[in-house]
């Protein structure tokens, strides 16, 4: 492949983009002047669950530092390869709540729709990393059964696109999806969960915004952001126009060992998406999945940090502390130590 300029990708259209992603773990240290580490491990790392950087994510790491906040949460380690007690495939039972395939109910009130296979990005700590999304391929001849599903539910006022990530199918594909869900009345809200305008923020086109603006349902965004050094100048505009397309605009965070287990960083964190119109939501707990151990931070530890930024911020600033529990009927919200 010919090497990219960074002007050259700034310019791309998003497809484009993606496609030039770094896929070879070889190729992204050299391109950041890092030595490469022993390849066996490497490779394990990556047939376990893949590679996937996009290039306006590469860019905001610092060359030459191994510890890059933005870096350790893509790259494959050997680390991950080590067995753990306790960090399994399914570390949310999400296999008991999916009554059609592409379909998860576990909360009252709404559905979480698995519409895409796979990610912009890999983060090395998904919790979806070992998803069965084979079994829950959901093209459009699979929505008869999960529209079917929301419509004989009155109850279901809030549909959740979910990932994989659902922004990684074109525009024309997701009017059509909407268009159906606002033909089932008792649907009020569409929510998008995304990382897509962070990690390729060129994703939310003019189509895009169209959408949002002229939906009948009340959209919301949730992006996932984890470090302030993930905004950069066209990051923020993505956040900005989503919020210019009406859509209310809400992050959430999962706390990582080596990544975001500091305060400065998590105050900074809310500083900035706030700058850009985005509100803090949460700040999960690590989810414990299998390969991801070590990202996570004893509770102890996560607590008092939630307590030093709930100190430090203002309130509306501070996201909600919580952990999935398996069978639990919602996100269980943790306390600091106070
Ligand atoms: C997280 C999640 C939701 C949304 O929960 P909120 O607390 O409303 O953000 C819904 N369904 C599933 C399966 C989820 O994992
Ligand atoms: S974008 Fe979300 S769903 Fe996709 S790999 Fe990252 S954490 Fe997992």
């Excluded at 790259?75 to 991950?80: C, D, R």
């Excluded at 990005?121 to 929301?150: E, K, M, S, T």
Aim: proline letters at 9%.
């Amino acid at each position: 492949m010919i090497p990219q300029t960074d002007l050259q990708w700034q310019q791309t259209d998003w497809q484009q983009g993606l496609r030039q992603a770094f896929r070879d773990p070889a190729e992204l240290l050299a391109w950041l002047d890092l030595p490469t580490p022993e390849q066996d491990a490497l490779l394990a790392a990556c047939q376990d669950f893949p590679m996937l950087v996009p290039r306006p994510y590469a860019a905001r790491m610092r060359p030459g530092d191994p510890n890059d906040p933005l870096l350790r949460q893509v790259l494959p380690l050997a680390e991950e390869m080590t067995p753990t007690p306790g960090y399994v495939d399914d570390p949310l039972a999400e296999q008991d709540a999916n009554p059609v395939p592409g379909l998860i109910h576990k909360y009252q009130g709404r559905v979480l729709w698995i519409t895409a296979t796979g990610c912009a990005v890999n983060c090395r700590y998904c919790f979806r990393r070992h998803f069965d999304y084979d079994g829950n391929a959901n093209g459009r001849r699979q929505w008869q059964p999960v529209l079917d599903y929301i419509a004989a539910d009155a109850d279901i006022e809030e549909v959740i696109l979910s990932g994989g990530d659902p922004l990684l199918h074109q525009d024309a594909y997701l009017a059509q999806l909407v268009t159906q869900l606002e033909r089932i009345p008792h649907v009020r809200r569409l929510r998008i969960h995304t990382r897509l305008p962070v990690v390729l923020p060129q994703r939310v086109t003019p189509s895009l915004q169209n959408l949002l603006r002229e939906t009948r349902l009340r959209p919301v965004v949730v992006v996932h952001c984890n470090h302030p050094a993930e905004i950069d100048v066209a990051t923020g505009e993505a956040f900005l126009a989503l919020h210019q397309a009406g859509a209310t605009v809400l992050n959430q965070t999962v706390l990582l060992r080596g990544v975001n287990d500091c305060v400065d960083t998590l105050a900074q964190l809310g500083e900035a998406l706030f700058d850009y119109r985005v509100q803090p939501y949460y700040l999960h707990l690590l989810d414990p999945v299998r390969g991801a151990a070590h990202f996570d931070l004893p509770l102890e530890e996560a607590l008092s940090l939630y307590d030093a930024l709930r100190a430090r911020s203002s309130g509306y600033l501070v996201p909600t502390l919580v952990r999935e529990r398996a069978g639990a009927p919602y996100k269980v919200p943790q306390f600091g130590i106070n």
